[in-house]
């Protein structure tokens, strides 16, 4: 039977078309980013009549327990929890860090200083108890140390605390687009917790019908042209009916058996089923298919509003201190900013790092870091924004903005011993260019005699002779009669100056002492000795 000419015509034009498509697929899934979802958040529509009823009265509440002041200063709204604005609150005891902490809320009901005109590059922080450590003093977080570590360079900035304890990924876009937008940020810093799918708040994503939802090419001419209705998919709460789910997931993906967990990733693999419902839930493959929408909403307000989106994961203690790298939610969120062009920091190396040679504690519990950890946290925040987003330069911090944490942060010199320790534990290492960056910060914080004389002795090693000197000069200044300093200095005379007489007057002091160093002890008894 002899096909008609005008259905073998229709036929190779179906296939034809089919093949364009096809290849037009596979060419917008090489080149181009996943196309934006439509989403939309549920947002508590009377936040500002609730935030305007809080600041009518101020409130402040004398030492409490941390549950007990939970339950005083923390809000349920339709879209998650907040804190009361402008309060006031003094705990003892924190159940975390055994510390009694002073605990302030503005008329936003952030942990942050009231919110002024803009001066300098605003980088508002959103995130859940890691951010707000509620545990530490507000100097000690994360968030204002990377403000501190800002203001000794040429792009210091502002940084707001919007984390609020127990929030999720969804509720913390609620804060943002409730107040934090209000506070026009440059940079938004979402601070993405391995728990964050948990509880979240009811959300819609647009879905596309059947197998439509899955091309880039029709989500593309969608958003181009409205062409095909697109409906409204309620995504709702995770809660204990979950549990059995994921659990068979976990177990037939991960296989998880008992062990070490520090040792065997299989052992890994069981502490995540332990806890699937808090931060073992971020190893679901099913529950990032569900959720990756919200990164996609974030992207939109990030173009909407103006602001530069920047994603931090934080990771667990047990991912930090584990002898393999076990990184599956990380490498999750990075293949989602990939997509979104969102820079995204990934913590866990960082710590892992340093984790190898620091003997403190960088954590209280499995995930929340003490100020050493925040410190550090920040120090990794500050390098990675100072790399990936667009910061103003200014000649000065405001006085105003100075004022409101330079005498306490000042207060933690625990700042200045940790500088120094790494700084020395990175010169015995020879890692120069790390001590140099370490004994500069200690010494912005605040000059002594010990971090002047390493500092002297980095520059020698790498022979930077007039740099030495200045700093063993300055460290004699503090302590005119200090031994080390003279020892170092009278080598550095007679090495790099050839100046013996200044060498020996030096090493005269400490060697008659008998407390100068066998280098200097050889040197002294060649040069100097009649």
Same mark, same amino acid.
């Given at each position: 039977?002899?096909? #008609?000419?005008? $259905?073998?015509?229709? =036929?190779? !034009?179906?296939? &034809? +078309?089919? *093949? /364009?498509?096809?290849?037009?697929?596979?060419?917008?899934?090489?080149?181009?980013?996943?196309?934006?979802?439509?989403?939309?958040?549920?947002?508590?529509?009377?936040?500002?009549?609730?935030?305007?009823?809080?600041?009518?009265?101020?409130?402040?509440?004398?030492?409490?327990?941390?549950?007990e002041y939970t339950g005083a200063l923390v809000v349920n709204t339709p879209t998650g929890r907040?804190?009361?604005?402008?309060?006031?609150?003094?705990?003892?005891?924190?159940?975390?860090?055994?510390?009694?902490?002073?605990?302030?809320?503005?008329?936003?009901?952030?942990?942050?200083?009231?919110?002024? #005109?803009?001066? $300098?590059?605003?980088? =508002?922080? !959103?995130?859940? &108890? +890691?951010? *707000? /450590?509620?545990?530490?003093?507000?100097?000690?977080?994360?968030?204002?140390?990377?403000?501190?570590?800002?203001?000794?360079?040429?792009?210091?900035?502002?940084?707001?605390?919007?984390?609020?304890?127990?929030?999720?990924?969804?509720?913390?876009?609620?804060?943002?687009?409730?107040?934090?937008?209000?506070?026009?940020?440059?940079?938004?810093?979402?601070?993405?917790?391995?728990?964050?799918?948990?509880?979240?708040?009811?959300?819609?994503?647009?879905?596309?019908?059947?197998?439509?939802?899955?091309?880039?090419?029709?989500?593309?001419?969608?958003?181009?042209?409205?062409?095909?209705?697109?409906?409204?998919?309620?995504?709702?709460?995770?809660?204990?009916? &979950?549990?059995?789910?994921?659990?068979?997931?976990?177990?037939?993906?991960?296989?998880?058996?008992?062990?070490?967990?520090?040792?065997?990733?299989?052992?890994?693999?069981?502490?995540?089923?332990?806890?699937?419902?808090?931060?073992?839930?971020?190893?679901?493959?099913?529950?990032?298919?569900?959720?990756?929408?919200?990164?996609?909403?974030?992207?939109?307000?990030?173009?909407?509003?103006?602001?530069?989106?920047?994603?931090?994961?934080?990771?667990?203690?047990?991912?930090?201190?584990?002898?393999?790298?076990?990184?599956?939610?990380?490498?999750?969120?990075?293949?989602?900013?990939?997509?979104?062009?969102?820079?995204?920091?990934?913590?866990?190396?960082?710590?892992?790092?340093?984790?190898?040679?620091?003997?403190?504690?960088?954590?209280?519990?499995?995930?929340?870091?003490?100020?050493?950890?925040?410190?550090?946290?920040?120090?990794?925040?500050?390098?990675?924004?100072?790399?990936?987003?667009?910061?103003?330069?200014?000649?000065?911090?405001?006085?105003?903005?100075?004022?409101?944490?330079?005498?306490?942060?000042?207060?933690?010199?625990?700042?200045?011993?940790?500088?120094?320790?790494?700084?020395?534990?990175?010169?015995?290492?020879?890692?120069?260019?790390?001590?140099?960056?370490?004994?500069?910060?200690?010494?912005?914080?605040?000059?002594?005699?010990?971090?002047?004389?390493?500092?002297?002795?980095?520059?020698?090693?790498?022979?930077?002779?007039?740099?030495?000197?200045?700093?063993?000069?300055?460290?004699?200044?503090?302590?005119?009669?200090?031994?080390?300093?003279?020892?170092?200095?009278?080598?550095?005379?007679?090495?790099?100056?050839?100046?013996?007489?200044?060498?020996?007057?030096?090493?005269?002091?400490?060697?008659?002492?008998?407390?100068?160093?066998?280098?200097?002890?050889?040197?002294?008894?060649?040069?100097?000795?009649?």
């Amino acid at each position: 039977m002899r096909i #008609p000419n005008f $259905l073998k015509n229709l =036929l190779l !034009l179906l296939v &034809s +078309i089919s *093949l /364009a498509f096809l290849l037009a697929e596979g060419l917008a899934r090489l080149l181009l980013p996943a196309p934006p979802r439509i989403v939309s958040l549920q947002k508590d529509e009377k936040a500002q009549q609730r935030l305007a009823q809080e600041n009518q009265e101020y409130r402040e509440m004398p030492l409490l327990e941390h549950m007990e002041y939970t339950g005083a200063l923390v809000v349920n709204t339709p879209t998650g929890r907040r804190l009361r604005a402008n309060s006031h609150v003094k705990m003892i005891n924190h159940n975390l860090s055994q510390r009694d902490i002073e605990f302030r809320t503005n008329a936003l009901g952030y942990r942050n200083r009231e919110i002024g #005109p803009k001066q $300098l590059t605003r980088v =508002l922080f !959103l995130g859940d &108890s +890691i951010t *707000l /450590a509620d545990y530490v003093e507000d100097e000690e977080t994360f968030v204002k140390q990377v403000e501190l570590l800002s203001w000794e360079t040429q792009t210091p900035v502002e940084t707001i605390n919007a984390g609020v304890g127990g929030a999720s990924l969804t509720n913390e876009l609620a804060v943002l687009e409730e107040t934090g937008l209000s506070t026009k940020p440059d940079v938004v810093v979402l601070g993405f917790y391995l728990n964050d799918f948990n509880e979240s708040a009811a959300f819609h994503v647009g879905r596309l019908p059947g197998w439509l939802n899955q091309s880039y090419v029709v989500w593309l001419v969608v958003k181009s042209f409205s062409l095909v209705k697109i409906e409204m998919e309620e995504r709702g709460r995770f809660g204990p009916r &979950s549990l059995p789910q994921l659990k068979e997931e976990i177990q037939e993906h991960w296989k998880p058996e008992a062990g070490d967990p520090l040792q065997s990733r299989s052992a890994f693999y069981q502490e995540v089923e332990k806890t699937i419902m808090d931060w073992g839930s971020a190893w679901s493959t099913s529950l990032w298919d569900y959720m990756t929408p919200t990164f996609f909403h974030f992207r939109q307000l990030a173009d909407t509003h103006g602001f530069q989106p920047m994603i931090m994961v934080l990771p667990v203690k047990l991912q930090v201190e584990a002898e393999f790298i076990e990184d599956f939610p990380q490498q999750q969120v990075k293949a989602i900013g990939k997509q979104l062009g969102i820079p995204v920091l990934d913590v866990l190396p960082f710590l892992r790092e340093v984790a190898k040679t620091e003997s403190a504690p960088l954590f209280y519990d499995h995930c929340h870091p003490t100020p050493l950890g925040n410190q550090l946290v920040a120090e990794n925040i500050w390098t990675f924004l100072q790399d990936n987003v667009s910061l103003s330069k200014a000649s000065q911090v405001p006085e105003d903005l100075r004022n409101t944490v330079s005498e306490q942060a000042k207060a933690f010199p625990s700042r200045v011993a940790m500088y120094f320790q790494r700084a020395y534990h990175n010169f015995q290492q020879d890692n120069y260019d790390q001590a140099e960056r370490d004994l500069e910060r200690s010494l912005s914080l605040q000059p002594t005699v010990q971090s002047h004389n390493l500092l002297g002795l980095v520059y020698m090693q790498q022979g930077f002779a007039e740099k030495a000197l200045s700093n063993f000069e300055q460290a004699l200044k503090i302590e005119p009669d200090n031994i080390h300093v003279l020892n170092n200095r009278g080598i550095l005379f007679h090495d790099f100056y050839q100046d013996v007489s200044k060498a020996c007057a030096d090493l005269t002091i400490a060697c008659v002492q008998n407390q100068c160093s066998a280098e200097a002890l050889t040197l002294f008894q060649q040069k100097c000795v009649p």
